[in-house]
């Protein structure tokens, strides 16, 4: 009896041994790292088949995707099980590759790691540019080891250093992720975010995340870091559980230890739920639609270009700029910086005069550099000279003052910009009576740092506050720093922001050039560099308030 028993368990053990290699060997044909405990498509569905809830009372869940989104009575409770069960935990991987068989030409999210739950999805560039750089903030400074043997730190955003280091190809984003995301980094596992609190108030997430890293999400914007991970059928527990318990069963009792009283960077959550505006079981009169259907492509000038510059833009810059080109993708809430809103025509950086269209050239010009300081990519990066060129077109659709100006063939006007002075440096002296005399102290004061009396109510003509520019660190003028950009930029302008043209004001080109010589002496001749072996005794002396190497 014995000798039977020992057999059976030895069969049960067999069989649990084989079908855990089996799922093991199963994940790791398509993943290589995702646990064979995890459920795949498929056996989430049959899990789920025939289960019914208040959510799906005549039909199976959906097992493709998530349909529960901000605005259902559910979604409150919803986000507070997620919470709990931390579903939005991810990994930022690698690029297009590394431990990972499935399509390229994006980078790896790791999500939900040790989990049923637990998946890779594909982000685009454009998606991982933004969540990196415009929510998470990433600088050079955070990771000095990784950035020495590239010549040190700056104080800049990750995106612009990466693109210093190489501006045609992505292998910068291919290291410095493999060195950030991958299983030898010493990042692994701990740059990834964690929410902290809800805020029902303002509808807001509180997530903190490594090196110091805290930012805040819209509703809409958490579904779709939900998404990547969930469908319906995932979440089934979750409307078992809402119908067990009733609404408030998460958000109300100590879910996700989120304390409605605690002060969390100043923000202070009350106890008095009449003030939420998100309530539980209550649903709002509009619901979230996370998939708007793209413009139709008007009939015109180039169609077939716009056409596929279409697809790319739906790929890589809708995250930011939206699919109708409104500069309010789902990530855009959470950038200082705001995406720009192409319907009126309204471009900042142009080789035109003020106040008119930029020529497509100046579109590619700003696609393939990017912009610095903020979060636009430098896409030449990642497209090819006819991808960028396709972009370019495609935007000309969303206004039609821009469009008609493309359908009519009409080249537009040039800024001339007349020969740089050989001595320039030396007109530096009459440039600083310039400065002061065009009253731009009031909003660069009068050391150019951007701290004139106007500043800080400085906004652009969608309203967004933005931020006078920091004259005495000229690698980040957006416009470029070169005597040429700077001339470009004083008597062009930046359309749709408070910096006017200054090309009536000085009626010499001696005057023009003598404000840019100014300007240009307001920074060091160097670029101030901390290194790795100077880090430890001078990073808390050199780094400015905005993260800048100074010194």
Not at 225 to 254: I, S
Not at 435 to 454: D, F, L, M, R, W
Request: net charge neutral; with cysteine.
């Amino acid at each position: 009896m014995k000798s039977k028993l020992l057999f059976c368990i030895l069969i049960i053990l067999a069989v649990g041994a084989g079908a855990f290699f089996f799922g093991q060997k199963r994940a790791a044909d398509k993943y290589h790292v995702i646990s064979g405990f995890a459920w795949d498509k498929d056996e989430w569905a049959n899990r789920t088949k025939g289960i019914r809830t208040s959510y799906n009372p005549d039909h199976d869940l959906n097992a493709e995707t998530l349909t529960l989104v901000p605005g259902d009575e559910r979604w409150l409770d919803f986000m507070f099980w997620c919470f709990n069960n931390k579903l939005a935990e991810h990994q930022v991987e690698a690029y297009g590759g590394t431990e990972w068989d499935g399509p390229k030409g994006g980078v790896i999210f790791h999500w939900a790691p040790g989990s049923r739950w637990e998946t890779h999805t594909l982000a685009s560039f454009g998606f991982t540019i933004g969540h990196t750089v415009g929510e998470h903030e990433w600088k050079d400074t955070q990771f000095p080891e990784f950035f020495e043997k590239f010549g040190g730190t700056y104080g800049i955003n990750v995106k612009d250093r990466l693109a210093e280091i190489d501006t045609s190809s992505p292998n910068g984003w291919v290291e410095f992720l493999e060195y950030c995301g991958g299983p030898n980094s010493p990042y692994y596992r701990y740059l990834f975010h964690q929410e902290a609190v809800v805020d029902p108030i303002r509808e807001r997430i509180y997530l903190i995340g490594g090196q110091g890293v805290a930012f805040e999400y819209t509703y809409e914007r958490y579904y779709h870091e939900l998404r990547e991970v969930l469908t319906d059928a995932k979440a089934f527990q979750f409307f078992q559980m809402y119908d067990l318990y009733g609404p408030g069963f998460a958000c109300m009792t100590g879910w996700a230890k989120n304390k409605l009283s605690a002060q969390l960077h100043g923000f202070s959550f009350t106890d008095d739920t009449s003030k939420w505006t998100t309530k539980p079981g209550v649903a709002k009169a509009v619901k979230y639609n996370p998939n708007p259907e793209l413009p139709k492509v008007p009939k015109m000038r180039e169609f077939s270009f716009a056409t596929a510059g279409q697809d790319i833009y739906r790929k890589q810059c809708t995250p930011c700029h939206g699919v109708n080109g409104d500069g309010k993708g789902f990530l855009a809430a959470g950038f200082d910086v705001k995406p720009r809103d192409f319907r009126q025509g309204q471009y900042k950086f142009r080789s035109t005069p003020s106040g008119t269209l930029p020529a497509i050239s100046d579109v590619e010009h700003i696609i393939r550099v990017g912009v610095p300081g903020g979060t636009m990519p430098a896409w030449g990066e990642f497209l090819s000279k006819e991808d960028i060129h396709n972009v370019a077109v495609y935007l000309t659709t969303f206004s039609e003052r821009f469009l008609d100006a493309w359908n009519s063939k009409k080249e537009p006007e040039i800024l001339p910009v007349s020969p740089e002075p050989a001595n320039l440096a030396s007109l530096a002296a009459r440039g600083k009576e310039l400065y002061i005399q065009a009253q731009c102290t009031k909003c660069h004061g009068e050391t150019g740092v951007g701290n004139g009396p106007s500043a800080p109510d400085l906004k652009d003509i969608w309203e967004n506050q933005i931020r006078a520019a920091d004259l005495t660190y000229k690698w980040q003028f957006k416009n470029g720093h070169a005597p040429r950009d700077i001339y470009r930029t004083f008597n062009g302008g930046l359309n749709g922001t408070p910096m006017p043209s200054y090309k009536d004001m000085f009626a010499s080109e001696e005057d023009k050039w003598a404000l840019v010589a100014y300007v240009l002496s307001l920074s060091p001749n160097e670029r101030p560099v901390l290194h790795l072996k100077e880090y430890r005794s001078k990073f808390a002396s050199v780094i400015d308030s905005n993260g800048i190497v100074r010194r």
